[in-house]
């Protein structure tokens, strides 16, 4: 067991300063002029002390693709940003379409011990869009999966997506999309406009997204079921969400920090850190889904955190790999685009970078608040610092953010797990106690 920490003096979200009393994986106590004999104390004077984030869309690409992430590695990343919650996407090698792999997930999770892995279900089986995956069997299995996604593919085929959305409902699950027809974008390599046309590069049109997230709202209207959007790009999108939602239809959204700060006009160097899918869109595009978030038509920020060996990303662009890692900037990013543009407060920060993804993937003890008997996940940030953003600041096994050499805002200073320290002034812990 641990010795009890005692934080003094940090800004709790937009509230006023306090000390918080943390012993025995739990939030003690919150006032001031706390004290406690033996604990650790932490000086977080300046800091603002957030819930611990919680991301929707994680790649942590183990079992299979360990080259370019492991779970560990990944926990050690997610940590590094703040993070206590990650949901691992299941494009792992074998997918993630069985009880059996999803519980390897979440026993990888558990041994790592930096954040708590949550496994995201395939909804076919090899993500192969053909036939439903075992969603029955992972929801009760140990890792009680809510959660389903095919994501790097689109989930096409309009009755297996229905039947998907009427299977879930037993057991309060979610299909979470990544909308693209796959006929539309067709050997596409960036946004389909002015610019791919000045470059010569095929283009990835905005209906392409825009239909399948129609059809899908639609679709989850017609059987009562809960439909979630992954990465929502499009000015175009955020209209659609926006309709569905006035309508009544049980539809969340996400948007990425990248699809919230940078446009298309990064592709004119062909750098392939810039290659993502969904594509970077127009200053439009980037407009539309920062006011989406800002009035909650988009719920929450989501990393899409896709880690690639250097091989597939240093190489010409039309042959390298789409994604970006993300979970050690998200914040930073989030900060930069919506909070010191006035866009968004501290307390939406923590609704949609905590609490929203929380309820959206039903973890009852995840994206909890700050508060005297509540699970103590939180992170200490400090908004000031703005430096560049280097290889020192990636903690995962890949370096393929498209953030280096950017000067971004923040940083983590703390994050607790649990009760355990998993950053330690700035620095991820080289093993975490409990």
Same mark, same amino acid.
Not at 194 to 220: C, H, K, Y
Not at 392 to 401: A, E, K, V, W
């Given at each position: 067991?641990?010795?009890?920490?005692?934080?003094?003096?940090?800004?709790?979200?937009?509230?006023?300063?306090?000390?918080?009393?943390?012993?025995?994986?739990h939030?003690?106590?919150?006032?001031?002029g706390?004290?406690?004999?033996?604990?650790?104390?932490?000086?977080?004077?300046?800091?603002?002390?957030?819930?611990?984030?919680?991301?929707?869309?994680?790649?942590?690409?183990?079992?299979?693709?360990?080259?370019?992430?492991?779970?560990?590695?990944?926990?050690?990343?997610?940590?590094?940003?703040?993070?206590?919650?990650?949901?691992?996407?299941?494009?792992?090698?074998?997918?993630?379409?069985?009880?059996?792999?999803?519980?390897?997930?979440?026993?990888?999770?558990?041994?790592?011990?930096?954040?708590?892995?949550?496994?995201?279900?395939?909804?076919?089986?090899?993500?192969?869009?053909?036939?439903?995956?075992?969603?029955?069997?992972?929801?009760?299995?140990?890792? @009680?999966?809510?959660?389903?996604?095919?994501?790097?593919?689109?989930?096409?085929?309009?009755?297996?997506?229905?039947?998907?959305?009427?299977?879930?409902?037993?057991?309060?699950?979610?299909?979470?999309?990544?909308?693209?027809?796959?006929?539309?974008?067709?050997?596409?390599?960036?946004?389909?406009?002015?610019?791919?046309?000045?470059?010569?590069?095929?283009?990835?049109?905005?209906?392409?997204?825009?239909?399948?997230?129609?059809?899908?709202?639609?679709?989850?209207?017609?059987?009562?079921?809960?439909?979630?959007?992954?990465?929502?790009?499009?000015?175009?999108?955020?209209?659609?969400?926006?309709?569905?939602?006035?309508?009544?239809?049980?539809?969340?959204?996400?948007?990425?920090?990248?699809?919230?700060l940078?446009?298309?006009?990064?592709?004119?160097?062909?750098?392939?850190?810039?290659?993502?899918?969904?594509?970077?869109?127009?200053?439009?595009?980037?407009?539309?889904v920062?006011?989406?978030?800002?009035?909650g038509?988009?719920?929450?920020?989501?990393?899409?955190?896709?880690?690639?060996?250097?091989?597939?990303k240093?190489?010409?662009?039309?042959?390298?790999?789409?994604?970006?890692?993300?979970?050690?900037?998200?914040?930073?990013?989030?900060q @930069?685009?919506?909070?010191?543009?006035?866009?968004?407060?501290?307390?939406?920060?923590?609704?949609?970078?905590?609490?929203?993804?929380?309820?959206?993937?039903?973890?009852?003890?995840?994206?909890?608040?700050?508060?005297?008997?509540?699970?103590?996940?939180?992170?200490?940030?400090?908004?000031?610092?703005?430096?560049?953003?280097?290889?020192?600041?990636?903690?995962g096994?890949?370096?393929?953010?498209?953030?280096?050499?950017?000067?971004l805002?923040?940083?983590?200073?703390?994050?607790?797990?649990?009760?355990?320290?998993?950053?330690?002034?700035?620095?991820?812990?080289?093993?975490?106690?409990?």
């Amino acid at each position: 067991m641990t010795n009890p920490i005692l934080i003094r003096s940090a800004q709790i979200v937009a509230g006023d300063r306090s000390d918080i009393l943390v012993e025995n994986g739990h939030i003690a106590e919150v006032g001031t002029g706390l004290d406690r004999s033996g604990a650790t104390v932490i000086d977080a004077d300046g800091l603002i002390a957030l819930p611990g984030l919680v991301d929707l869309h994680t790649h942590l690409r183990e079992p299979g693709y360990e080259a370019s992430e492991t779970i560990l590695t990944g926990s050690r990343a997610a940590a590094a940003g703040g993070y206590t919650t990650v949901f691992a996407m299941p494009n792992t090698s074998p997918v993630a379409d069985t009880a059996g792999v999803v519980e390897q997930e979440l026993a990888l999770g558990e041994a790592a011990g930096y954040v708590h892995v949550q496994p995201i279900g395939a909804v076919t089986v090899g993500q192969k869009g053909e036939r439903l995956a075992e969603l029955g069997a992972m929801a009760s299995s140990r890792a @009680q999966v809510r959660v389903f996604s095919d994501d790097g593919f689109c989930v096409f085929d309009p009755l297996i997506m229905r039947r998907a959305l009427e299977y879930v409902k037993a057991f309060d699950g979610v299909i979470a999309q990544h909308a693209q027809d796959p006929r539309l974008t067709e050997g596409a390599q960036m946004n389909e406009g002015t610019v791919s046309a000045e470059l010569g590069l095929a283009g990835w049109p905005a209906v392409a997204e825009e239909s399948i997230i129609a059809r899908d709202v639609l679709l989850a209207e017609h059987v009562g079921s809960r439909l979630h959007v992954c990465h929502l790009s499009t000015a175009g999108s955020v209209d659609i969400i926006r309709w569905a939602k006035a309508r009544g239809i049980n539809v969340t959204a996400e948007v990425t920090p990248h699809h919230l700060l940078l446009t298309e006009e990064l592709v004119r160097g062909y750098d392939p850190r810039f290659k993502v899918n969904p594509p970077l869109r127009r200053d439009e595009d980037v407009r539309a889904v920062r006011e989406g978030l800002a009035d909650g038509t988009i719920d929450i920020v989501a990393t899409d955190h896709a880690p690639h060996p250097a091989e597939v990303k240093s190489c010409e662009w039309q042959a390298a790999a789409n994604g970006m890692v993300g979970l050690e900037s998200a914040l930073r990013v989030v900060q @930069q685009a919506v909070v010191d543009t006035g866009m968004l407060s501290w307390d939406d920060v923590a609704r949609v970078m905590s609490t929203a993804p929380a309820r959206i993937g039903r973890l009852a003890d995840a994206g909890t608040p700050i508060a005297a008997g509540e699970v103590a996940s939180f992170t200490l940030y400090d908004p000031t610092p703005g430096r560049t953003f280097t290889t020192d600041d990636l903690r995962g096994r890949s370096l393929n953010s498209p953030y280096l050499g950017r000067e971004l805002p923040g940083q983590v200073r703390w994050t607790l797990s649990r009760g355990a320290i998993t950053v330690h002034d700035g620095s991820v812990v080289s093993e975490v106690v409990r």
